[in-house]
């Protein structure tokens, strides 16, 4: 029995005695007991994680411990032991007295070192509990994200169970609120509604969903969110019994996409102006090389026709001036008639050249008036009656019944009608008509003096009609008859005519005649 106590109480002892750093006392023996079993419990803690136990098996082995003392002790003050060292009753009550007190003391140092350091690990946990929820609020705070989970209920509509992470930073809801109404109604906007539904068909149908959508928040500000969900599925039940989410506040990356897109956009429409303005451009470098191209060779052709109508009429005129003073007496008097005639071709050949020339250098400044034109084209006709006749050809002249007030510079409109004249006397057959009329027209809600000169003339055909106004172009009419001519005449008659904002239009058939018909603007009823 002595060896069986000696064995239980050593070990206690041992341990005990271990504790007293600072000498054998009451305060002593506790602070260095409770340090003692604190190490002991954190070494035993740490061996048993090593070994892939709990750590509570530490303190389950210094329980163990303080048994054995205790046992140890219980078994020193047992009563056959105490009998045998004593027979007296005395001594037996106040041994079994201090073994009961040992017992209990035991027992209560024992429960009091399990729950303080059961408090200990309490406050270490709780601690680190508050610390994690500390950084989880603020990671939450700080991040631009958040997480969700809905209920769905057997008809498909969904209540929302928890929500958390920047939600209200992020909208400007809290999930109370957010809750109390129609779940995302108040987020979504107007115009990703139709995505929403969509969403929510998809997910109830068991599948995962990522999409990317707007919100309005609470300020009614619009911020675009992208979510991904995916649904909870319940065997038991057949369906989808939750759906969990996370989203996160993309505004500023969509809003830089945006951004890139425009600016893609309006890059691409600025490539395509300048794609279109270099492609006008070049038309255009190509039209004005080619005018320049055609004002060279009109520059080329004029000084040759210029150079070829003033040798005609000075090498008639040379001609006649030889004759005068070597031909025959009785011929002088035909000799002067045609030098005068070859002088007058020449001096209308220069004026037109030079009429050219200030029509070219805008220093042709009409004398405008109002006129009635029935009455200037009426006494042109009469004057030029004498002339169709000796050509054997009928001038006919119809006259409006209208008044036709317009604003002209007579003396130029008389040369222009006089061109038109000219041309149908020289390009009718003899027997022929030429017909002036004057009428009224409307066109373009404009009220219009119009005269027209028809004959029944040769005609032009339809591929020398673009090229009737051009200087010095001459048809095949003028070379089959032999007609004399310079080519400016039209071309002249049509920049006067613009002069007075009017025009010339030419309807022609070959071997029935021309008809030229001349546009002029009428003044209102007040005369302007």
């Known amino acids: ?66 048994y054995l003392f205790v046992g140890g002790g219980w078994i020193l003050f047992s009563d056959t032991l105490v009998a045998a060292i004593s027979p007296n009753p005395t001594v037996l009550i106040a041994l079994q007295t201090v073994k009961g007190w040992v017992y209990v003391l035991a027992t209560a140092l024992m429960l009091y070192l399990l729950m303080r350091r059961n408090l200990k690990v309490t406050q270490k946990s709780q601690a680190a509990l508050r610390e994690s929820e500390a950084r989880y609020q603020a990671v939450s705070e700080l991040s631009s994200d958040y997480a969700y989970a809905l209920y769905v209920h057997p008809d498909g509509t969904m209540a929302l169970a928890w929500i958390a992470g920047a939600f209200t930073a992020i909208t400007g809801y809290t999930p109370e609120t957010i ?72 505004t500023v990356q969509r809003q830089a996409e945006l951004e890139i897109a425009e600016l893609n956009r309006a890059l691409q429409e600025h490539a395509a102006r300048l794609e279109d303005t270099v492609a006008q451009r070049t038309a255009e470098l190509e039209t004005a090389l080619a005018q320049a191209q055609a004002a060279d060779r009109s520059k080329s052709e ?34 002067f008639q045609a030098l005068v005639r070859e002088t007058d071709r020449l001096q209308h050949l220069i004026e037109s050249l030079l009429q050219i020339s200030r029509l070219d250098l805008g220093q042709m400044q009409p004398e405008f008036k109002q006129v009635d034109l029935n009455q200037l084209v009426g006494n042109l006709v009469a004057d030029r009656r004498p002339l169709f006749a000796s050509h054997r050809l009928a001038l006919q002249w119809q006259r409006s019944h209208d008044l036709l007030i317009t604003r002209v510079d007579s003396r130029l409109l008389e040369q222009v009608l006089t061109n038109l004249l000219t041309n149908a006397l020289n390009y009718t057959p003899p027997g022929g008509t030429v017909w002036v009329r004057t009428a009224l027209a409307e066109a373009e809600d404009q009220r219009w003096g119009t005269v027209v000169v028809q004959d029944t003339g040769l005609g032009i055909a339809s591929e020398e009609r673009p090229q009737l106004f051009r200087r010095f172009y001459r048809g095949e009419a003028s070379r089959t008859l032999n007609v004399a001519g ?8 049509q920049e006067i005519v613009a002069l007075h904002h009017g025009r010339i239009t030419v309807e022609s058939k070959l071997n029935e005649g021309s008809t030229f018909t001349l546009w002029l603007p009428l003044c209102d009823m007040s005369g302007q």
């Open 179 to 250: 809750s109390a109404t129609d779940l995302w109604s108040a987020l979504l906007h107007p115009e990703d509604k139709a995505l929403a539904q969509l969403r929510s068909a998809v997910l109830l149908g068991n599948k995962p969903d990522t999409s990317m959508f707007r919100i309005l928040t609470r300020q009614g500000e619009t911020r675009w969110v992208r979510e991904h969900a995916r649904p909870v599925w319940d065997e038991d039940a057949g369906r989808v019994v939750q759906i969990i989410g996370a989203a996160q506040d993309i």
């Open 302 to 335: 004029f000084v040759s026709n210029v150079s070829h109508e003033l040798r005609t009429p000075l090498t008639s005129i040379k001609l006649y001036v030889a004759l005068l003073s070597r031909g025959k007496a009785e011929k002088q008097s035909d000799y």
């Open 486 to 493: 310079t080519g400016l005449g039209l071309a002249i008659s």
């Open 1 to 66: 029995m002595l060896c069986v106590t000696f064995l239980l109480i050593v070990p206690g002892g041992i341990y005990f005695l271990k504790s007293l750093d600072h000498g054998i006392s009451f305060c002593s023996l506790k602070k260095g007991l409770s340090r003692r079993l604190e190490s002991s419990w954190a070494m035993w803690g740490d061996k048993a994680s090593r070994k892939g136990l709990p750590p509570s098996i530490g303190g389950v082995l210094i329980i163990v411990v303080i």
